[in-house]
């Protein structure tokens, strides 16, 4: 959820003129994202101010500063270019808001699930290089997924269905919600069981985006990516998760939680072209995405929140778990497709 900026116009024009020495002529809101993001025009040239939300400090943006860095001198992937302040720092702060900012680059942007089969391709090519390039790219931040599903994980989880249950009526929606948490607190147990520990203990891991998905590109007049932008969350992660969940956000054929089990081969094969999976990550692609969506109760908790999307958010909500619903049902076919390529 987007936070309120900290920034009036005026201290906003002030800011940059302190920091950057740059004179702001004019001033654009961009509404995409959950950070509060200000195209910026000047004489000389254009630019895109990002205010971060207060959850991210300058030990996460630094982060994202030096992997954009590090891939920029390691390959030829399109990234963003940073603007350094007059004290030679890539970030200021502003009443405890980090804030950066990046020459503009011209292009446009899409939503989920606007991709054709070209760009699909053209995305998993992209990820598979940043996987690549990331290869000696050392970080701290780390997710693995055995921690998705071990008794304690599991536990918790459930205890918070079960808070979200208790506290349901039975309006139409209440009882949509209803079905829905019970299917993901079944789906969840099943998963548990099905995961071999000494199997999944294989499954590749490596540094990636962290967020990788269509929403972060730019392109061009030619709908080739110009840039891919946000690494504020790059770590080390079991990349058969990125693989699936960035197929599933670009594929048009993908809409309202609907998988083109073919278009999902494709990509992962079109990925396999740069990086090597094996066959514990082709035999369990499909489940770490599943086990990962059967946790979050993301969009039903706010349900009960006084929050402005809370529409927006349940619907959210409701697609992932219809995500979760087609993906139990194909999973077993595109892991045995994957493990024939």
Request: glycine letters at 2%; one cysteine or more.
């Amino acid at each position: 959820m987007i936070e309120e900026s900290t920034f009036s116009k005026k201290e906003l024009c002030r800011e940059v003129l302190e920091n950057f020495n740059i004179k702001v002529d004019n001033i654009e809101i961009i509404t995409n994202g959950s950070a509060n993001i200000y195209k910026l025009y000047s004489k000389e040239d254009q630019y895109i101010l990002k205010e971060f939300q207060s959850k991210y400090n300058e030990k996460d943006v630094l982060r994202e500063i030096n992997a954009i860095q590090y891939l920029t001198k390691k390959s030829t992937i399109p990234l963003p270019e940073y603007v350094k302040c007059n004290n030679n720092n890539y970030y200021f702060k502003h009443k405890g808001r980090v804030v950066i900012m990046q020459r503009f680059i011209k292009g446009t942007t899409c939503q989920k699930n606007e991709g054709n089969h070209e760009e699909l391709l053209e995305s998993a090519n992209y990820l598979g290089k940043i996987i690549k390039n990331f290869e000696e790219f050392e970080i701290e931040d780390s997710l693995n997924v055995r921690d998705w599903f071990c008794d304690e994980e599991v536990n918790r989880v459930t205890k918070k269905y079960d808070s979200i249950l208790d506290k349901l009526g039975d309006t139409d929606i209440d009882v949509k919600i209803k079905n829905d948490i019970l299917f993901k607190k079944d789906l969840l147990i099943n998963l548990k069981n099905k995961l071999e520990h000494s199997e999944v203990e294989k499954i590749t891991h490596k540094v990636s985006h962290g967020d990788y998905s269509c929403l972060q590109f730019i392109y061009d007049d030619n709908n080739k990516v110009r840039a891919i932008l946000d690494f504020i969350k790059v770590k080390k992660l079991p990349i058969v998760w990125e693989i699936m969940r960035s197929y599933n956000y670009i594929d048009k054929e993908a809409k309202n939680g609907k998988i083109n089990v073919q278009n999902l081969v494709d990509y992962t094969k079109e990925i396999m072209k740069v990086i090597k999976l094996n066959k514990n990550d082709l035999k369990y692609l499909p489940y770490v995405y599943l086990v990962q969506l059967a946790r979050s109760t993301y969009g039903y908790e706010e349900y009960f929140k006084d929050v402005k999307n809370k529409k927006e958010l349940l619907n959210f909500a409701f697609y992932r778990t219809n995500i979760c619903r087609d993906l139990k049902e194909k999973a077993e076919e595109i892991s045995n497709r994957l493990l024939n390529l």
